[in-house]
């Protein structure tokens, strides 16, 4: 079954610490990995993909496909990065269904 | 741009009545993809829509349906709402073959 699996509700840091969000996956194939981001009284919005080999607003994530695992992290946490973070995973059509994990809330203190 | 809108933002529903919750994609997609939110949880797909048909279908029981226009924008209804349908239903356009999705601000959907 394809899953999405996002062991922690809650993370909590302080600013300047480092993050990492952890997220693993069930699929048989070879799926793209996501990660989305939802500020405050904000809409869902990608944050970044396994594909694009990126760093968006300091975060990386990279696919491990032995662990079936897709972490996000930061090396240094920034208030405005409090926010809920969800990973998601689709076929390797970017445009097929996504499927998300329960979300993970960031917070960052001062 | 707009981006994705939905309307409304929020609605009150009594349990066994219908609703009708409306998207309009972003400026150039074609495709209108719905999502359940309930509270605690991610998001779960419901149905996409391309060239005004269901082209992908999630586990969700035939109560909700949808509709997509010529003008690419989308209804989603659902027939004899339970008090579990309350939940964020989330509209996402996307163009096909294209690269991911935009998101909409999504409708609070109560049932009582």
């Known amino acids: 079954a394809q899953r999405v699996t996002q062991p922690e509700k809650l993370l909590s840091v302080f600013k300047g610490a480092p993050v990492e969000l952890k997220c693993n996956y069930s699929?048989?194939?070879?799926?793209?990995l996501f990660w989305y981001v939802q500020y405050s009284r904000q809409r869902l919005q990608l944050l970044l993909r396994h594909i694009s080999r990126e760093s968006i607003k300091g975060f990386t994530a990279d696919l491990n496909k032995g662990e079936t695992s897709f972490h996000l992290k930061k090396p240094f946490a920034q208030e405005e990065d409090s926010a809920m973070y969800y990973c998601a995973l689709s076929k390797s059509r970017s445009t097929d269904k996504l499927i998300f994990g329960t979300g993970t809330r960031l917070q960052v203190f001062p | 741009d707009a981006g994705v809108t939905q309307s409304p933002t929020h609605l009150i529903k009594t349990r066994g009545q219908q609703v009708t919750l409306r998207c309009s994609p972003k400026s150039g997609h074609d495709t209108v993809s719905w999502y359940q939110q309930a509270l605690g949880q991610g998001p779960q797909f419901i149905f996409q829509y391309y060239e005004e048909e269901e082209r992908q279908r999630g586990n969700f029981p035939d109560r909700f349906s949808g509709h997509q226009f010529p003008n690419y924008s989308s209804e989603l209804n659902v027939n004899a709402l339970l008090l579990g349908d309350s939940a964020l239903y989330l509209c996402?356009?996307?163009?096909?073959?294209?690269?991911?999705?935009?998101f909409g601000s999504g409708t609070r959907l109560t049932v009582v």
């Open positions: 699929y048989s194939g070879s799926p793209e």
């Open positions: 996402a356009s996307s163009l096909a073959g294209g690269q991911g999705y935009t």
